[in-house]
């Protein structure tokens, strides 16, 4: 057994996958820890805000303030307020008026204005332009212009009459430390379609997601095993009947039963732990097979008869002198239905047939909203990859954990 | 001749056999449910209206529709009646359209989808397994890693990649739908044209995550034949390499079309789920649609012709891999 | 004295384990056999023998390396030969193996006649297949197979007739050698005796130039060979006829090994081997001195210590012990 357990660690593969599950699994008992409270909580309003670090715009304006005078800040503002049509047009310009751009490149900001400022001139109007266009260009021009002055920002509160007073002025070169402000708020991954944290959404869909699949595992191995155990060693007609039924369930896909099932339950009763035995439901013909053609092999050895001689029940027999040399594919069944309950789940969700929404947010649950709201086409990748990312870990690291595992135990397919 | 005979019959019997079961699941498992199907659909569908007497009048309607006020072996052998006939009802949420309509205007797209991409996962996996399995070292230690990932990306995720780089980075290819959206299918050119369009994304999809599965599998078989005896015999008879890798892919690779068949229908749920994202006009948008809009007799149906499908790919395949392979008619003699 | 068609001067080959680890299985090992005649290799599992089969046809692949020594068919040195000449010219043609599972030594989907074209085509591409059949067809005849057997795959053969076939597919060229590891363990023992008839048979007609056989099996050795060699650990104890082997064994080895021949009682035979206690050394570190020395009953500290080389004696005799004859009679005889 310890020797067993030394030679899985030995494989590169098992433990390759062993540190990715393990590290999923910390994280998902840390990070509460440091952001505690309701993963379902609403903390922005409108939806998919950007993954970034927030700070409060009212506590920055109270904060004291320091003066910097950073020699690239005008640049930076300039560069952050052009936008890709403006550079666009601005080289249309340069274009129309004959200059040679050959050497310019559009993403360098003080090349551009450079260049702007030697050949604006807003009294010719080149040939073929519209005056829309020459309206644009000196809109353009006035805005630029206004960066560089540096305006300042004047803050005014409404007195006790209703008035307006000014009580602060914000130039271009004053500068808030981040400690300094009451209220930073870091989005690592930005918020879902409902305004959620999606990290702490993310984390603790992931826990509810391997429990899912834990409960299903263990389903579908508990029924599995007690098939696959009573099928190889009885053999006759209750082997006959259960081959019966596990052949029917390995052909009709299981992922229309599912279907069929969870709908049937309705929204209602959906919960996470209903939805997770309904996949180990449909989910055990693997397990039964091989434990079945495993304990057949097994049943006509030496030691089985000893037992069976020695007046042991049937019970003990299975428990002593089978189980343990079938443990290994237990398990390695049992991973495998972890990984595929998983998926399940979310294929489900995809669906609509998930677990109740309103109570724990799940792999699939996010990944359906994600789409709902349609993430994937208005650019929020941060509501759905990252959940792509989290179940292919998942599954990754199982399924090569079990690789491990198999060339542990089945020699053959050593390297 | 004799050993065929008994093999498919055997086949042709589980098929039946699976088939009718698979027939009384789908009946009987929305009525097994301790809910009232007909109560919680006219709930659903009832919604905000307080109108008692409408809400008795859906009620009764889908009492009626689905016979649930008739005994349990009666209302079985008139869904049985009715799916024979190609009568599956009427669809809730398309209403008055009936669902053999929805369905069979569905169910093209999604075998020509499906079944090409999954075949085509399925080769090209195959080819990348065994030529992982011979050329082993730095090529295979390289392309397992990266295919057993790759098999561990679900189809949807893989889907919404795929959607997300080509379709709305890139603008490569149409985001969603099987044709234009502005176009009245007919046989032009230009439909055609696409169509086909429309049919990269989700094809490659269903491709790529096919291909991951199937190459881990066809390596492992490849490496278990390769270290089998009859390749050692045949090298000390001085058969060539080349030859011999022959052998060896044809070995491994006829047990794959076995493993294709158990696993079609795991696939074949991951592809159904794949088209919702790219809003293909198959089954798999159908029954989302269905879900979403509480359709129970289009639930019902697509999940039984689904299966149905399953069964009969399953079968035929079964079917050829006994006439390919010797071994299927030797183990009959046993 | 006929001519030499096999002689191994000295060769040494070891397989290197997944751990990088080196296993000397086959350490400096020498012997020959001339035209006509059959030498039959015997020790326990384990004992290398079937690696010194696999290093014998100078065809390596990993896990198995060559190191060094000399491979001589009918006066050619094939062990310096590159592996694709030594594949095309030599393997098969010159020197074939009967492998130790021969229900398992044929392609299951492949057609039979289809494999002895692709055996023929390795080594004559001209061929024609109807040249092939002719050849396949008389040979098949000579071991008693239906010629229907060429058009069947082998998955559709009884045990019995895949033997045949493996045995006429290994000398359809007529091979120098023969080598035939194991080659009816897994038979009863009707089957064993006519595969073995079957063997001298070609032997006799000339179709094989020469025998090596393979087993565990002694008194199988006995019927069969006429020289008989004893390994131990990778490498060689003791060698000569088989007559002297089974009646006067000299080294403690063979002397456990032989000494219950002779009472061939049915169902004993299979653990006889094992009647020796202890197990051989770990040949990733193989002893200085005797290695049989740890499950010798005669050992004393001089056997751990110093190497022993093997001590020719008689008509073309070996052992390798560190006692002299006269002194291991002279321990024999207390028993």
Not at chain 1, 270 to 275: E, K, L, Q, S, T
Not at chain 2, 138 to 153: I, Q
Not at chain 3, 157 to 179: D, F, H, W
Request: net charge neutral; aromatic share 10%.
């Amino acid at each position: 057994m310890k020797n067993t357990i030394r030679q899985v660690f030995h494989s590169p593969k098992f433990v390759g996958g062993f540190i990715i599950f393990v590290a999923i699994l910390l994280t998902m008992i840390i990070y509460p820890l440091f952001n505690p409270g309701n993963p379902l909580q609403q903390v922005s309003v409108g939806t998919f805000a950007r993954p970034g670090t927030y700070i409060s715009l009212y506590d920055a304006t109270k904060a004291e303030s320091n003066t910097l005078r950073l020699p690239d800040a005008e640049d930076k503002r300039v560069a952050a307020s052009l936008s890709d049509e403006d550079r666009v047009a601005m080289v249309e310009y340069f274009t129309a008026m004959g200059i040679d751009i050959s050497e310019l490149d559009t993403s360098d900001t003080e090349a551009l204005l450079q260049m702007w400022d030697d050949n604006y001139d807003p009294s010719v109007r080149p040939k073929g332009m519209t005056s829309a266009k020459v309206n644009y260009y000196k809109r353009l021009n006035n805005a630029l212009q206004d960066l560089k002055g540096g305006d300042t920002i004047i803050i005014a509160e409404e007195g006790e009459d209703g008035a307006l007073a000014e009580s602060k002025t914000i130039t271009t070169t004053d500068y808030v430390r981040t400690g300094a402000v009451a209220n930073v708020k870091t989005l690592p991954l930005g918020t879902d379609n409902f305004g959620r944290d999606v990290l702490k959404e993310l984390v603790s869909a992931t826990g509810t997601s391997i429990m899912i699949g834990m409960i299903a595992g263990v389903v579908a191995t508990l029924i599995g095993l007690t098939f696959g155990l009573l099928a190889g060693y009885l053999g006759g007609f209750v082997d006959d009947f259960i081959m019966f039924i596990t052949n029917i369930f390995t052909v009709i896909p299981g992922f229309v039963l599912l279907i069929l099932i969870t709908y049937s339950i309705g929204q209602e009763q959906r919960g996470a732990a209903v939805v997770a035995t309904v996949i180990g439901l449909t989910g055990w013909t693997w397990t039964a097979r091989s434990v079945r053609s495993q304990v057949i092999s097994l049943r006509n050895r030496d030691h089985v008869n000893l037992s069976k001689l020695s007046g042991h029940s049937l019970l003990r027999i299975i428990l002593t002198d089978i189980l343990p040399y079938i443990a290994s594919y237990v398990v390695m069944a049992f991973i495998l239905q972890v990984s595929s309950g998983i998926l399940a789940e979310a294929q489900l969700s995809m669906l609509g047939l998930g677990p109740q929404t309103t109570k724990v947010p799940t792999l699939g649950l996010m990944m359906n909203w994600a789409m709902l709201y349609s993430a994937h086409t208005n650019g929020s990748w941060w509501a759905y990859f990252p959940v792509i990312l989290v179940i292919t870990l998942i599954s990754f690291s199982l399924n090569l954990m079990n690789t491990g595992l198999d060339q542990v135990f089945n020699p053959t397919l050593r390297d | 001749m004799k050993g065929y005979r008994k093999y498919f019959g055997k086949k042709i019997f589980w098929f039946i056999l699976t088939f009718i079961a698979a027939v009384i699941l789908n009946f009987i498992l929305p009525r097994l449910m301790p809910a009232d199907p007909v109560a919680s659909i006219t709930g659903k569908l009832a919604g905000g209206n307080t109108d008692a007497k409408a809400v008795a009048a859906i009620y009764e309607r889908y009492q009626e529709e689905f016979g649930t006020n008739l005994p349990m072996y009666q209302q079985f052998l008139k869904f049985c009646k009715n799916a024979i006939h190609g009568n599956f009802g009427l669809s809730f949420s398309q209403y008055p359209r009936a669902v053999s309509d929805i369905i069979s205007s569905a169910i093209g797209w999604t075998v020509a989808l499906q079944l090409p991409a999954i075949l085509v996962g399925w080769l090209l996996g195959n080819l990348l397994g065994a030529l992982a399995a011979y050329i082993r070292k730095g090529f295979d230690k390289v392309l397992l890693p990266v295919s057993l990932f790759l098999s561990n990306v679900p189809a949807f995720g893989m889907a919404v990649i795929l959607l997300v780089l080509f379709a709305v980075k890139w603008k490569i290819a149409p985001i969603s739908g099987g044709y234009a959206f502005d176009m009245i299918p007919h046989l032009s050119w230009d439909f055609v044209k696409s169509v086909i369009s429309h049919y990269q994304l989700p094809f490659w999809s269903i491709v790529l995550v096919s291909i991951g599965g199937q190459a881990v599998g066809m390596r492992s078989m490849s490496i278990y034949e390769l270290n089998a005896d009859y390749v050692k015999y045949a090298r000390f008879l001085g058969i060539k390499d080349r030859k011999i890798v022959g052998y060896v892919f044809r070995n491994a690779m006829l047990p794959q079309v076995t493993g294709l068949a158990l696993s079609i229908g795991t696939m074949v749920g991951g592809a159904l789920v794949a088209e919702i994202i790219f809003s293909y006009p198959g089954l798999g948008s159908t029954m989302y649609s269905a879900v979403t809009s509480a359709d129970y007799p289009l639930i019902s149906a697509t999940t039984l012709i689904i299966t149905v499908m399953v069964l009969i790919v399953t079968f035929l395949l079964d079917i050829i891999y006994g006439f390919i392979d010797p071994r299927v008619k030797a183990a009959q003699f046993e | 004295m006929g001519k030499v068609m096999l002689e191994v001067r000295n060769l040494k080959t070891k397989y290197v384990t997944r751990f990088h680890e080196d296993v000397y299985a086959v350490d400096g090992v020498s012997f020959a056999i001339e035209e006509g005649k059959s030498l039959g290799i015997a020790g326990e599992s384990g004992c290398g023998k079937s690696t010194l089969a696999l290093s014998m046809m100078g065809y390596y692949f990993p896990p198995l390396h060559y190191m060094s020594g000399d491979i001589i068919i009918d006066g050619q040195n094939i062990s310096g030969m590159d592996p694709d000449t030594v594949r095309k010219t030599i393997l098969g043609s010159e020197i074939a193996y009967i492998p130790q599972a021969a229900m398992n030594a044929l392609n299951p989907t492949q057609k039979i006649i289809r494999f002895l074209e692709d055996v023929i085509h390795a080594h004559d591409p001209k061929k024609s297949k109807k040249e092939i059949r002719e050849m396949a067809e008389a040979r098949f005849a000579e071991v008693g197979l239906p010629l229907e057997a060429l058009d069947k795959h082998a998955v559709e053969l009884s045990g019995g007739m895949k033997q045949r076939t493996v045995i006429a597919v290994s000398t359809i060229l007529n091979p120098k050698v023969l080598i035939a590891d194991e080659p009816s363990s897994a038979l009863d023992v009707t089957s064993q005796k006519l595969v073995i008839k079957m063997m001298r048979e070609l032997m006799e007609k000339g179709h094989v130039k020469s025998m090596l056989f393979i087993t565990h099996e002694l008194p199988l050795l006995y019927n069969v060979t006429d020289d008989i060699m004893v390994m131990y650990a990778g490498q060689i104890v003791e060698k000569g006829s088989a007559k002297e082997m089974v009646f006067d064994p000299v080294h403690p080895y063979s002397h456990g090994l032989m000494g219950s021949i002779l009472v061939p009682e049915e169902g004993t035979r299979g653990h006889k081997l094992a009647a020796i206690p202890g197990a051989p050394p770990n040949l990733k570190r193989p002893p200085d001195g005797c290695r049989f020395a740890e499950r010798c009953k005669y050992a004393t500290a001089d056997c751990r210590y110093t190497s022993i080389p093997e001590k020719p004696f008689g008509d073309g005799r070996m052992y390798r012990c560190v006692k002299s004859l006269d002194e291991l009679k002279e321990v024999y005889s207390h028993e």
